[in-house]
């Protein structure tokens, strides 16, 4: 459960900056990119992000024995999502290909005694913009919604050393995916004692056999609480350990 609580928080991060792309873009020139949206969803045989985002949060949020009570709503938010995505997947083509295949053939017919016919076709054109437009309103209010859901959800991993060195090593992705959120889901996993992450990752790092990591995590801790005995001797650990690597590789080498 552990390892899936990361891989939600880090896949849905992941998601959120692709998607606030193609919207950021679609604000300028009223498109997405079908291929952006094909390669995030992917197919049965080769997933894509989102789709990989939506089936680890159905086996957590569904089995997850410690799990909040938001847990299942989350889980059905992100699904969600998911098939908003699949529409305007299906639209982008529409609006690439159809829309422009569209417009070549009613170049080829101008003239013609089948041009006001033809020309009836046109009417469609709008709808699949209203379509997209709708689409993306949706998808951007249920991110924002999930971001708030899942500072609740977290709360309840507040030792998972996994989730702490994703929020360590991705900080800036975390961050700028959270926004104004971010300080409240730390607040919500750690409370007041924010040097708990950067413990937890370092222990996490010395683990993983990376010390220099560590070194660094734990004097992020003993920095924001210098009183902190687990953070100064985590510390002491982790240069130790660092030290003695290098040696190591000095003689072999």
């Known amino acids: 459960m552990q390892e899936f609580a990361r891989d939600v928080m880090r896949d849905f991060c992941l998601s959120c900056r692709i998607l606030e792309k193609q919207f950021t873009q ?12 094909n390669e995030l969803q992917g197919t049965m ?3 894509g992000l989102l ?20 847990a299942p709503m989350i889980d059905w938010t992100l699904g969600y999502i998911f098939h908003e995505c699949v529409k305007l997947k299906e639209d982008a083509y529409q ?4 829309g422009l295949r569209y417009r070549t053939l009613s170049r080829s017919l101008q003239g013609k005694d089948v041009e006001p016919l033809a020309g009836r076709m046109e009417e469609v054109l709008p709808q699949t913009q209203e379509s997209m437009t709708r689409e993306v309103q949706r998808i951007r209010f249920l991110l924002e919604q999930t971001k708030l859901m899942l500072c609740n959800y977290y709360e ?42 950067y413990i937890q990752a370092g222990e996490s790092l010395v683990e993983g056999g990376r010390y220099a990591e560590a070194a660094h995590a734990a004097a992020m801790a003993v920095n924001l609480a210098p009183r902190c005995e687990k953070a100064r001797q985590l510390h002491r650990q982790a240069v130790t350990l660092q030290n003695n690597s290098s040696n190591r590789r000095a003689i072999d080498a």
Do not use: C
């Not at 679609?26 to 949206?37: A, I, K, Q």
């Not at 789709?51 to 938001?70: C, E």
């Not at 609006?95 to 159809?98: D, F, K, V």
């Not at 919500?188 to 708990?196: A, F, L, N, Q």
């Open 26 to 37: 679609f604000d300028t020139t009223g498109s997405v990119s079908f291929t952006v949206f």
């Open 45 to 47: 045989m080769n997933k």
């Open 51 to 70: 789709w990989r985002l939506k089936d680890t949060a159905h086996h957590l949020f569904g089995n997850d024995d410690g799990a909040r009570d938001i």
């Open 95 to 98: 609006h690439e290909r159809y």
């Open 156 to 197: 309840s991993h507040a030792g998972n050393r996994l989730l702490a060195r994703l929020l360590h090593d991705r900080d800036q992705l975390v961050r700028s995916v959270f926004g104004g959120h971010y300080d409240a889901l730390l607040r919500g996993i750690y409370e007041d004692k924010p040097e708990r992450l």
